[in-house]
């Protein structure tokens, strides 16, 4: 797979307000998680370029951003397809005591509702398997009935033991196999790619999609 172009698209702000997000038909993917778990940071390392702003201070990205990403080939064969990529902003960070699913709510049901949507990447940080908040956004997220996958962010901070029993945990707690990544040093970046490009492709063939 090569990756032809990335652009910025459009910032929307929370709240439900969702003028100006393209809705022609190419997948979103939308990526989400607690403020500070490197949904930014990925974007940044999956595009090999510094697109979106990165922060060690929680709640940098306070916008929906939309980037279009335009790629060749990869799983499905040779050709050209696009995909959306919106970096919501994260939830968790303290603002006046709202628990996790209403805070989410605000800022990315726009995006989650619309037509568009394929997936949620869902970012969990794999140092802490189980947060109630990260529960609770799952449940909202599946409430939509986007695909939800999880990825395990950090995973260069673990040792050995703890990549090992955090990864096993994750797995439980979300039944389904979390997705190893470190935005850092780039593991995880090619398996991640696999399962964007499969979702940006089959919305291009509704037969598929439907599957
Ligand atoms: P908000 O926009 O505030 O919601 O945060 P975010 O989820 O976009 O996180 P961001 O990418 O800004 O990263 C937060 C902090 O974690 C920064 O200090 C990053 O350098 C760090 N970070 C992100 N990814 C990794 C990683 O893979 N490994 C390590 N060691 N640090 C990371
Ligand atoms: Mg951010």
């Not at 695909?147 to 797995?171: F, Y």
């Not at 935005?183 to 490009?197: P, Q, Y």
Request: glycine share 10%; charged share 20%.
């Amino acid at each position: 797979m090569k990756l032809l172009n990335v652009e910025f698209v459009t910032s929307a702000a929370a709240g439900g307000n969702t003028a100006g997000i393209p809705h022609d038909g190419v997948a979103q993917i939308a990526f989400a998680g607690r403020s500070n778990v490197g949904k930014s940071s990925l974007l940044n390392a999956l595009c090999r370029r510094a697109i979106a702003r990165t922060s060690a201070a929680p709640g940098k990205t306070r916008l929906a951003n939309v980037y279009r990403v335009t790629a060749e080939g990869g799983p499905g064969g040779p050709g050209h397809w696009s995909v959306y990529f919106v970096d919501l902003p994260g939830y968790g960070y303290a603002r006046g005591g709202s628990d996790a699913a209403k805070e989410l709510a605000l800022v990315a049901q726009g995006y989650l509702s619309s037509p568009g949507t394929r997936a949620v990447m869902h970012l969990v940080d794999s140092r802490h398997p189980g947060l109630e908040s990260d529960l609770q956004a799952a449940a909202w997220f599946d409430s939509f009935g986007a695909a939800r996958h999880v990825v395990a962010t950090k995973v260069d901070k673990l040792t050995r033991a703890e990549r090992t029993r955090n990864l096993r945990e994750l797995d439980r707690i979300f039944g389904t196999a979390a997705l190893p990544v470190s935005a850092e040093r780039g593991e995880g970046l090619d398996e991640l790619w696999r399962v964007i490009a499969s979702l940006a492709r089959a919305r291009e063939n509704p037969d598929t999609a439907r599957r």
